[in-house]
């Protein structure tokens, strides 16, 4: 038996199961504590962000990202065509964000440059959609069985993705469903989760006692913030059973295909692990909900290294890798980098349903737009805390699903309860400019940045209408749903590589 082997068979072990709970019941213990005592608050807010990315070929075929990209500071993602660019945080200021927009561009041009050296780029896209020259559904569920753990082929050779996917696979006896317009297939693996790849701002919060008024505010917003980001609206055509109707397609297809690609791939435990969670009352209760989720795939710390726990991070390992498979649209990170006058200890929102953008321009705007709005709310005592948690989950769903046509729930800073997009979105930016203005940013630099997402409200073009409206033109004058969708699909990546903003599509 080799070491991968061996190691995903002792995480799903009993043993390891009862030694990874006491551990997280003891590390949960400090950590409420910690909030309690105010140890995680710091003297200011701060940002940071990730994005993920996938690599093509000359041809915009799916394709290896080459190691070079993960040695110019790109991470590793789940699938081998996978990468990811994660920023250090900074204040939540003008100078601080832009230096995040900064960070962003010079990390990925730097893991963009890299992977040219191998015939590969990189693409700022929420979902790959021109297959690899085997296909799909041979890309996809490429597995080799040794010693009854199954390893897919093109997931990253990581003993912990592993142990996760062998965990679902036993618990769906071999066969994970995914069922969406167009689509109903089985896969033997999870690595049908890395068609998606997305966005996620950070948000430090400077206290623990606050926390959860941010915390519910940021969940009364995902809805309308997914409404104005989506961008996969199809999957890779050779996915779509041969009867299906291309004028059904286009007329059902979700807007944000993401959603159900993670919830599908993943909710497999008595208690769905990827859902809007739901409002929280105190701070500690972000600890109670890590520890009480459906245990998963679970690893111990000295199995990955034998260094001393020397830090706020390795006292707390195990509790974390509990946290990272607490795959909620919006969940709570404690502990992290140095933050401007703070320290490794700190409290903050990773908002997680937002799709990678077509250009970097744009995915700074979400950021901006992202952190501006949550400090708003509060910033401004704003009512939509006074929404439903209710209307708030509907209306994340409904903009996956319809996009900006979906029915938006939201409340005014007047108290006025609507449905209206134009006021919704009125309402919604006025809160975000008020929110980055609170953080010293001048009023041009939040022009420029929440301007080009206004144009997509007036326009009512996201990304993924714009995708939508190119292959039903192409179906239109003749093409096949295969051939309209590869088409896009590679109009879409020149224009993502040669233009700032989505605007200047529009």
């Known amino acids: ?49 990730e994005m993920e990315v996938y690599g093509v070929d000359p041809d915009y075929r799916l394709a290896t990202v080459p190691d070079a990209s993960y040695e110019a500071g790109a991470t590793k993602e ?22 995040q927009a900064e960070r962003i561009a010079a990390q990925f041009d730097a893991a963009d440059d890299a992977a040219a050296t191998g015939d590969v780029r990189l693409v700022t896209d929420a979902m790959w ?37 062998n965990e679902t696979l036993r618990l769906t006896d ?14 033997p693996s999870i690595l049908f989760e890395s068609l998606a790849t997305s966005i996620q701002p950070h948000l430090q919060i400077p206290t623990a006692e606050r926390f959860p008024e941010y915390y519910n505010a940021a969940i009364r917003t995902l809805g309308p913030v997914l409404a104005l980001s989506t961008n996969s609206p199809f999957l890779p055509p050779d996915l779509y059973t041969e009867d299906a109707d291309p004028q059904a397609v286009l007329d059902q297809t979700h807007h944000e295909l993401r959603i159900a690609v993670f919830e599908q791939s993943m909710n497999v435990t008595p208690s769905p ?44 390992w195990e509790f974390a890798y509990k946290r990272s498979t607490y795959w909620r649209w919006l969940r709570c ?33 979400m950021q901006w737009l992202t952190v501006g709005l949550i400090r708003g709310l509060v910033e401004r005592e704003h009512p ?72 997509r409200v007036e326009t009512r073009t996201t990304p993924s209408i714009w ?23 590679r109009q879409y990546v020149e224009q993502s590589r040669s233009t700032d903003s989505f605007a200047e599509w529009l």
């Open 1 to 49: 038996m080799n070491e991968a082997v061996d190691l995903v068979e002792r995480s799903l072990s009993d043993e390891t199961e009862a030694a990874f709970l006491a551990r997280v019941n003891e590390q949960a213990d400090r950590l409420r504590e910690a909030l309690h005592d105010g140890s995680l608050d710091n003297p200011s807010f701060a940002v940071g962000l």
């Open 78 to 99: 789940l699938g081998v065509h996978n990468a990811e660019i994660n920023t250090d945080p900074d204040p939540l200021t003008e100078s601080g964000l832009t230096t």
């Open 129 to 165: 959609t021109v297959p690899p020259e085997e296909g799909s559904e041979a890309y996809l569920g490429a597995i080799d069985t040794r010693d009854g753990v199954v390893f897919a082929e093109n997931m990253r050779a990581d003993p912990r993705y592993t142990a996760l996917d």
């Open 174 to 187: 071999g066969a994970i469903s995914f069922d969406v317009p167009g689509v109903d297939r089985t896969f």
């Open 273 to 316: 692990k990827v859902r809007v969670p739901s409002d929280i009352d105190h701070p500690e209760d972000v600890v109670d909900r890590i520890v009480e989720d459906d245990l998963f795939g679970p690893f111990l710390r000295e199995w990955i290294t034998d260094e001393p726990r020397d830090s706020f991070g390795d006292d707390n």
């Open 333 to 365: 990170v404690i502990g992290g980098d140095p933050v401007g006058d703070g320290n490794e200890r700190s409290l903050r929102i990773e908002y997680r349903p937002i799709p990678t953008q077509p250009t970097l321009d744009g995915v700074v705007s």
């Open 384 to 455: 939509l805390t006074d929404l439903s948690w209710d209307l708030a989950e509907t209306s994340f769903y409904n903009a996956a699903r319809e996009g900006l046509s979906g029915t938006l729930h939201w409340m005014t800073a007047d108290g006025e309860q609507t449905t209206d997009t134009d006021l919704l979105y009125e309402d919604l930016f006025e809160t975000a400019r008020a929110g980055l203005a609170a953080a010293g940013v001048g009023e041009p630099a939040i022009d420029e940045r929440l301007r080009p997402l206004e144009r």
């Open 467 to 489: 995708k939508r409206e190119r292959v039903r033109e192409r179906v239109a004058d003749g093409d096949d749903l295969s051939t309209a969708i590869t088409a896009m699909q």
